[in-house]
């Protein structure tokens, strides 16, 4: 069975400071998918990342990068220089049997960011 | 990215009534799942709806309850049925979009639902 743990729950910074959010998945499967998704207020799930886990290559885009760590099955984001847009519920997801399989995701970290 | 469209966005329902839930995806998928976000919760997978058979429904989730049609590949429906304050939550269903190398998946708006 999957399963991914987002040991944070909720984390406040104030803008402009970096902030990592953690996630640990467990899984038998040698190929298997993570995803992030940003939930803001409104609701709706967005897409933020996939990597497979034959690709360990880190990965920036803008503020938002993502570090891949099969040794200790960890797919961590960090946030450069937050924003108070980036206040939201924060999701890590597994997927195995193909990225178009179901998910399994973490309980989600409620970032909040100050002015 | 994909363009998966719900109906409702949201509603205010009785005790023992039902509704249901209408997802559009812009192009043909094979496989289109059903999730359900309690209040302050995280998503749990509810059912995958293949085309043309029968939705495979995860543990603790029946189709009794959960009724789900896909009578084509780009559409979908979900049934909430006699419902139950406890039935009340966002519900999402999300299709695979993109190339092979890149296919991922995205979700709908959600469906904010609130039995009383």
């Known amino acids: 069975a999957q399963k991914v743990t987002q040991a944070q729950t909720e984390i406040s910074v104030v803008e402009k400071e970096d902030v990592t959010l953690d996630c640990v998945y467990e899984t038998r499967d040698t190929t298997y998918y993570l995803f992030w998704y940003k939930q803001p207020p409104s609701g709706e799930l967005v897409f933020l990342i996939r990597?497979?886990?034959?690709?360990?290559q880190n990965e920036i885009s803008g503020r938002y990068s993502w570090n891949f760590q099969k040794s200790t099955s960890s797919f961590n984001f960090t946030i450069t220089a937050s924003q108070v847009v980036d206040s939201a519920v924060y999701f890590c997801?597994?997927?195995?049997?193909?990225?178009?399989?179901?998910?399994?995701f973490g309980k989600g970290i409620t970032l909040s960011v100050r002015p | 990215s994909a363009v998966i469209s719900q109906k409702p966005s949201r509603d205010i329902c009785q005790r023992g009534t039902s509704l249901t839930i209408q997802c559009q995806v812009d192009s043909q998928v094979t496989m289109m799942f059903w999730y359900r976000q309690q209040p302050g919760q995280s998503l749990t997978l509810i059912a995958t709806a293949n085309q043309g058979s029968e939705a495979t429904y995860e543990s603790g989730f029946v189709i009794d309850k959960f009724p789900i049609s896909r009578p084509n590949l780009t559409f979908s429906t979900l049934t909430v049925s006699n419902m139950s304050p406890e039935d009340s939550s966002i519900y999402l269903c999300?299709?695979?979009?993109?190339?092979?190398?890149?296919?991922?998946?995205?979700f709908g708006p959600g469906t904010r639902l609130l039995v009383l």
């Open positions: 990597r497979n886990s034959f690709d360990e």
């Open positions: 999300s299709a695979p979009r993109g190339s092979s190398l890149s296919e991922t998946q995205y």
């Open positions: 997801a597994l997927s195995v049997s193909g990225a178009n399989s179901k998910l399994t």
